[in-house]
């Protein structure tokens, strides 16, 4: 029975890093304050209460008090094209995704906020046909964060903020007969930002967000605990807003998101057998540009575009929980407001790339193909 635990211990890895908050599949829209620009100059805008969990500085810009309300859904599918002559895989679901923000003011200098929002989650189902069913047919995964902050006003330039990250990830998943049953975990972290207006057309945000850490045990047959851990990388957001004419607004983000120290995946039972998955990820960087155009008194459009760098690109380094490789998206949307109530809409589709996987001594040689279709309305009051 060895090869089978072996196996059963490999795919569990697929929760523990499948949406592992990387730009492998961090699926952050139900969090970003401006998805119509892909996220695009999140940490200085002002116009929505979400722009708090990148940057919480940008809430002495906010007033007396914003509320925001993001609600999506995604369509996630994943293919996988064998090389060896075995049956191919596919995978594809249909979620919801959501996300609530409130910023107060205390006094002239200081703002409280508090986020909530689903930061990861997926179910795939790739069956029990395809080439690599005997490490992966079907997965779970539930992410969500609480993040209380406060930003303090320096003075009419200069904004400070800082944070806590109250993290809870619930996974399960199945291989044939042998069943992770589900388990949750909580996880603790903090973020910082800064927020500078240059001038009147100007505006440059920083902010940072700390390494977060999940462990699991998750129960098997025969009274066998499976445990491994989750990660959440650093991520250091770069953002900046600049008023190109009275209409239009041109926003930009860089992001590092430090992946350089995730070598290898450890999994292991309670009675001692355990194998250790190796990754070798670099750090990540992503680019994001976008721009607001006011069309008219009533309505803005919005489109965006964002690169994110791979953190493998060895075929023999890949693995089926996480085929990762560079990462496009493209957004539109557009806003109206009516009395105190702001609508956001937008549209984004994610290009998850092709990636190749030659793994000779598991059996698995082929390439996956992912894209993801976003369609999300966001109401500011």
């Keep these: 029975m060895k090869p089978i635990f072996n196996y059963s211990l490999t795919a ?72 060896n002559g075995s049956e191919n895989g ?16 205390i006094t002239d200098k200081l703002h409280f906020g508090l986020a909530l929002g689903a930061v990861g989650g997926s179910s795939l189902d790739y069956g029990s046909e395809w080439a690599g069913n005997h490490l992966l047919e079907d997965i779970t995964l539930t992410a969500m964060q609480l993040n209380p902050a406060l930003s303090y006003k320096v003075n009419d330039k200069l904004s400070l903020g800082a944070g806590l990250q109250l993290s809870w990830a619930s996974f399960e998943q199945s291989m044939g007969s042998i069943t992770a049953e589900q388990d949750s975990d909580w996880a603790y972290g903090y973020n910082l930002g800064a927020m500078y207006q240059a001038s009147e057309k100007l505006s440059l945000g920083l902010s940072y967000r700390s390494k977060l850490e999940h462990e699991f045990n998750n129960d098997l047959a025969r009274n066998q605990t499976l445990s491994s851990g989750m990660i959440m990388p650093e991520i250091v957001d770069m953002s900046s807003s600049y008023a190109l004419s009275k ?45 607001d155009y006011r069309l008219n008194a009533d309505w803005r459009l919005k489109a965006g575009f964002s690169y994110e760098t791979s953190p493998q690109d060895d075929p023999s380094m890949q693995w089926v929980d996480l085929p990762v490789g560079e990462q496009y998206r493209y957004s539109v949307g557009a806003s109206t407001s009516w009395d105190d109530i702001t609508m956001d809409m937008f549209y984004e589709y994610a290009d998850l790339g092709s990636v190749d996987m030659n793994r000779p001594n598991v059996n698995v040689n082929g390439t996956f193909d992912g894209r993801i279709h976003f369609v999300g309305v966001n109401f500011t009051f």
């Design 12 to 83: 569990s890895a697929i929760l523990l890093s499948f949406n592992a908050f990387s730009s492998g599949l961090f699926l952050q829209e139900a969090i970003v304050a401006n998805a119509g620009t892909t996220g695009a100059g999140d940490g200085v805008y002002t116009k929505s209460a979400a722009a708090m969990w990148t940057n919480p500085a940008t809430m002495s810009s906010m007033g007396e008090r914003k509320t925001t309300i993001n609600a999506l859904a995604f369509d996630l599918e994943m293919k996988f094209d064998d090389k």
């Design 90 to 105: 596919k995978a594809h679901s249909v979620l919801p995704s959501a996300g609530a923000f409130h910023v107060e003011q």
């Design 247 to 291: 209409d239009l607004n041109l926003l930009a983000s860089i992001q590092f998101h430090r992946w350089s120290h995730w070598d290898s995946t450890a999994l292991n039972l309670n009675y001692g057998n355990g194998i250790e998955i190796q990754r070798d990820w670099d750090d990540v960087w992503k680019f994001a540009i976008g721009t």
